[in-house]
Structures are given as C-alpha cells and as structure tokens.
C-alpha cells in the first residue's frame, strides 16, 4: 500500500527533480523547442572545397551522402546535419554543417557551411582546433557521445557547432543501424534483456526462480557485462541528462533505468544493485565461491557513507561547470578488455580479490548505486530480502 504523500515526501521528489535538471542545464541542455528555420543548402561547389575530386553525389537509404569520382567510385561519405535534424542556434544562426568520412568509418573533417555566424568567431573557433576535435575519430555512439570543450570568446557558436555534430552522428547512428540488416547479436540482445528482467522481478516480488539466484548472476555477468557491456554510470546517466534519452539505439538499457526507477519508488531500493548490476554480480559470484571468511566493507565517515561523498563531489562539480572523466571515475570499463586502460582493468581486478574476503566492496563506493538509493520510496518500509 502507498503511504500518503507528506509534504516531506513530495519535497524529496521536487529536490531530486531540480538537482538532475540543473545538472542537465549545467551540461548545455536546454529543452526547448526548436524553432522553424528556412532550409540550408548544400551544394557541390561546397564539397569541393574538401574532396577536390568530387564529380557526383549520391543520397544513400541511410540518409548519408556518397561523393563520387569522375569514374563513379565512392571516394568519401558525408552527413549533412539538416538531414538529421541537427539544428542549433549559435550566437546568430543555425550552425549547419557537413561531417566528412572514409571508407574505414573514420572522420576526417567537420565542415562548416553557409551561416550567420560572425567571420571573426569562426575563424576563432576554427584557430583554436575545434573542427579538429573529432578528427580520426571513428562514427560510433562513443564519438557522438564524446565531450567537446565550448571555445572561450566563441561560446555560442563553438556550443552550436558541438551540438550539432553530436546530434548529426548520433541520429544517423539509429538509421543506419536500423537499414541494416538485423545481425545475430541484434536479435537476440532485446529478447535477453526481456527475460532477464522478467527473471529478476520474479525472484524479486514473487520469488519464483529464487533457488536460481546464482545461476542468474552468472547469466547477468556473461549477458550484461561481458557480452553486451551494458550497464547503468554516472557518465551514460549524465550524457542522457544533456543529449536526451537515445531511444533507438539503446532502449534495452532505458528500461533497466526505468525499471530500476520504478522499483526504487516502490520501496526496492537495491533492485538493480542486487540484480541487474555486472559489477555488483561478479563481486557476489567471487564472495560466494571464496573460501574465506567475508567481512564488512563499510566506508563512512562519521554516519556519512563514503559513495554518498563521492556522488555529491561528482554532482557539485558538474553544477559548478567542471569537466570530469566520468568514464574514469567507476571501474565499469573493465568489462571491455579490448578499449579498458591498464589501470582500469587494475582496477577491476582489484575489486574481485577484494571480494574474496570482502562483502560487495566496490558497493560502498559506487555513486550509480547511491544516486539510485537516493529514488524516495512512496512504499511503507519494508525489510530488503534477496537470495542468500
């Protein structure tokens, strides 16, 4: 039964609210509406001025641009930002622009076309290496999702520019994915994920499958963690904070966050920490079949815990307008063996002795988990049971 709202409680929710919305305006989301603006065109005149062998253009099915040569060979792809809906304001205008690619997939030039936009900002921008920010850089969710400093003197045009290519590349990321044709590992992610959640909310309100638990955290870690990589941070929450929810592309894991959300409200506060969690499955795998003796691994100072520290030094500095690794700051890129720092994978390989002899230690640090703990309960309390 939900408990009546107080005035406590509906103030909790307004607090928690305004902190994730001033995080996300801090961070350059802005929630407006896009006004109407004339169409921007292109031309081969302007192509030119990047691939000189440009002959002929041809618009591809995932709204891509092939430039051909004089013998009709494909010498260069390119987005145009109006196709994908890419429109921002800079200090005077739309920022349209083109975003150059080789037959590799990577970038090799960011283009500005015709605009309103002060010369002298542009060529500030331009002086201070923004257009080169993604240069080399492959076309893939990490790049569009890459943070870009806004150049000091051309804020709102550099902010524009920044925007526009991290929208152009992320929209045209979901239409491409989608023309292609559906691989193995697409077919079977969404159909996984389902059963794994409908697995979890069944041990979880029903305990049904519960003599499985652990069985399930092996699925959890394989599925999740090393396979699909796919877990909630405080860096993909901030980036969804700013640049929107990217529904085409990752709704698998939107739902665990709304899962994880809607759980929290019900009073379930470790829902996602005790279930859907890879890092927090393999530390459980690690203290089960340990031999040892396990001990608490409590971090607090004074009643304070140590994650709720670090998760207010992480949200304060983002308000404050500070630029932070986030993806440095939880060992969770240890998952991806192929991309993962030394001291990442360190890191991650220092949490699982640490389980050896310690209950879930990387739990007591972990800011996901806190700011997820901190969802307020519209539940009666109730005790936390899960599989022992």
């Not at 899962?259 to 927090?280: E, S």
């Not at 971090?299 to 998760?311: A, C, D, E, M, N």
């Amino acid at each position: 039964m939900f408990k009546k709202l107080s005035i406590n409680s509906i103030y909790n929710v307004i607090v928690v609210i305004l902190l994730l919305v001033a995080v996300a305006i801090r961070g350059g989301a802005t929630f407006e509406w896009l006004k109407p603006h004339e169409d921007v065109v292109y031309s081969l005149s302007d192509i030119q001025k990047v691939i000189s062998n440009a002959t002929k253009l041809k618009e591809n099915s995932d709204q891509s641009i092939s430039i051909l040569d004089e013998n009709n060979d494909v010498v260069s792809k390119a987005l145009y930002s109006r196709n994908f809906d890419a429109k921002f304001q800079g200090y005077a205008g739309e920022t349209p622009l083109m975003i150059y690619f080789n037959k590799e997939n990577l970038i090799t030039e960011v283009q500005l076309l015709n605009n309103e936009e002060s010369p002298e900002y542009i060529d500030h921008v331009a002086q201070k290496g923004l257009f080169n920010s993604w240069t080399d850089l492959p076309v893939d969710t990490i790049t569009a999702l890459k943070s870009v400093d806004a150049i000091t003197g051309a804020t709102y045009s550099s902010n524009a520019i920044i925007k526009t290519v991290q929208k152009t590349m992320g929209n045209y990321l979901a239409i491409h994915y989608q023309s292609q044709s559906l691989s193995f590992k697409q077919v079977v992610q969404p159909v996984l994920t389902i059963i794994l959640l409908l697995v979890s909310l069944s041990m979880l309100l029903k305990k049904w499958f519960r003599k499985y638990y652990w069985y399930y955290l092996v699925a959890v870690l394989g599925v999740f963690g090393l396979w699909l990589k796919q877990m909630l941070s405080t860096e993909t929450l901030y980036n969804w904070l700013v640049k929107g929810l990217p529904w085409q592309s990752n709704w698998e894991l939107i739902l665990v966050l709304i899962l994880a959300v809607a759980m929290g409200l019900l009073g379930h506060k470790n829902y996602y920490c005790t279930y859907l969690c890879p890092m927090g499955a393999i530390q459980a795998l690690v203290s089960k079949i340990s031999p040892f003796k396990k001990h608490g691994f409590q971090l607090k100072i004074s009643k304070v815990t140590l994650r709720s520290v670090y998760l207010t030094f992480i949200w304060v500095s983002l308000l404050l307008g500070f630029t932070l690794p986030l993806s440095d700051m939880e060992p969770f890129k240890a998952f991806s063996f192929a991309v993962a720092s030394n001291i990442m994978l360190i890191a991650g390989l220092l949490i699982v002795i640490l389980s050896l002899v310690f209950n879930r230690p990387w739990c007591q640090l972990c800011p996901t988990g806190c700011l997820l703990n901190s969802v307020p309960s519209l539940k009666t309390k109730k005790k936390y049971n899960h599989a022992k």
